[in-house]
């Protein structure tokens, strides 16, 4: 039925959206907030995710 299969592409989607979250946490950025874009806009969010450089923190200088 179309109810089924409705419910496979929505399961399908959710757990291929956990791709570009994994690649953002290897490259120190938000992997929940890319899950969340990955699902909103699923494929693109893999493609922009892999242009993006790794995000690099500087070490904060301690205060005394």
């Not at 994994?22 to 990955?38: E, M, N, V, Y």
């Amino acid at each position: 039925t179309v109810e089924g299969l409705t419910k496979e592409v929505a399961s399908i989607w959710a757990t291929l959206s956990l791709v570009p979250a994994g690649i953002a946490q290897g490259k120190t950025r938000s992997g929940f907030g890319w899950w969340i874009l990955s699902l909103i806009i699923g494929p693109l969010a893999l493609r922009i995710l892999l242009f993006l450089p790794k995000m690099q923190y500087e070490p904060e200088e301690a205060e005394e």
